[in-house]
């Protein structure tokens, strides 16, 4: 049968002339039934605690007996206090069976030096081996219940939830070593701060800083990305076919480290011959790119062109790629003539602006 109690609580209302208030209600709020396995797990814990009281004042009283009184009883109360910070590890290692043995195998050897210790007092003082064996079983039993306790409360885990806990704790604990050393660092710097005001006010002159000029770095040209971009060339060279994906794709990282298309090809080209492929005319090689007579036509003095030529995917070239191509290695400068070749080389409208801005890449 459900129990309720009851409770009172503000709730929003509205008035009689509509106004928006607060009023006080009486609610009946269902109780929750009671939980006999939490009011076992108390009362077992209550008495197990009432039964160690009395072994530890026990054994305090008999070894500090035997150690002559006085400070002696003091120093009897390590035994057992030694033993309860042992237990109170165990209980905090509930979730990590590796790191309960060592909590757990420190409390038996301490009860065993207990146990010890209470006989040596039955046998020596009282001179009774039956209050040696009857005194050591009082800390044995009060112990060993504790022992069954913690077996009811310990959580063991699965080896993946283990390491889940494992990593979760690292992480945290990660996080608060940071948070510390950034702490002693904040605190040196200041520290540091302190003491160069303090000099500075007590007049020591430091020299001044030196300027140090920040020099944009070169790209860096890495012979890993032209053997790559070079390899790829060479091989839709030999199969007569257009730039595959992974080709222009290689194109694009060796420019992107400073090499330029006429550096890649001519070391796909020299690759090519290497292996004793041998090399075909450079208007078979360009593979339906501007024929070599009208890059030799527009650009006097530029000789044949056709063998600074690269694969291009699906028979076009970047606009970036096309301009170095027709500035650079052609020698093709005038903007009108670049604007009428580069559809049939890039084969995807571009904006004028783009195409100015590649030409003032290459005429700077």
């Known amino acids: 049968m459900t129990k309720y109690r009851i409770e009172k609580r503000r709730v929003p209302g509205v008035h009689a002339d509509g106004t928006a208030i607060t ?46 009184g006085g400070v002696g009883y003091a120093a009897a109360s390590i035994f057992d206090v030694a033993w309860a910070v042992c237990l109170i590890l165990e209980w905090l290692a509930r979730y990590e069976p590796q790191k309960r043995l060592f909590p757990r195998r420190l409390g038996w050897g301490l009860l065993v030096a207990t146990m010890l210790a209470i006989g040596a007092h039955g046998a020596l003082m009282m001179h009774s081996l039956a209050a040696a064996v ?68 007590a007049g020591y002159s430091f020299p001044a800083a030196p300027v ?93 062109a056709g063998d600074e030529r690269v694969p291009r995917q699906g028979g076009r070239l970047s606009l970036a790629a096309a301009v170095e191509l027709l500035m650079v290695d052609a020698g093709l400068t005038d903007r009108d003539q670049l604007a009428s070749m580069l559809p049939s080389m890039v084969g995807a409208p571009f904006k004028p602006e783009s195409l100015d801005r590649e030409m003032r890449k290459h005429r700077t």
């Open 134 to 201: 009857i005194g050591g079983a009082v800390s044995l039993f009060a112990k060993v219940l504790w022992l069954g306790v913690l077996q009811h409360i310990d959580r063991d885990l699965s080896e993946d939830d283990q390491e889940l806990v494992r990593v979760k704790k690292s992480t945290a604990y990660s996080t608060l070593a940071l948070t510390s050393t950034r702490r002693q660092v904040a605190k040196v710097e200041q520290h540091a701060a302190l003491e160069l005001l303090a000099m500075e006010q």
């Open 23 to 68: 009023r006080t209600e009486e609610i009946r709020v269902p109780v929750l039934p009671r939980d006999w396995d939490q009011i076992a797990i108390r009362t077992v814990v209550a008495l197990v605690l009432a039964l160690t009281l009395v072994a530890v004042t026990w054994s305090t009283v008999s070894i500090g007996a035997l150690l002559k």
């Open 212 to 304: 140090v000029e920040l020099v944009e770095p070169e790209p860096v040209r890495t012979a890993q990305t032209l053997d790559r971009a070079a390899e790829a060339v060479r091989t839709d060279s030999e199969h007569g076919t257009e730039a595959s994906p992974r080709t222009v794709a290689a194109l694009d990282a060796a420019r992107a480290d400073g090499w330029s298309v006429k550096e890649v090809w001519e070391a796909a080209m020299a690759s090519k011959v290497a292996s004793g492929h041998p090399v075909q005319p450079a208007s078979a090689q360009m593979n339906g790119l501007i024929p070599a007579k009208t890059i030799h036509d527009g650009a006097a003095g530029s000789g044949d």
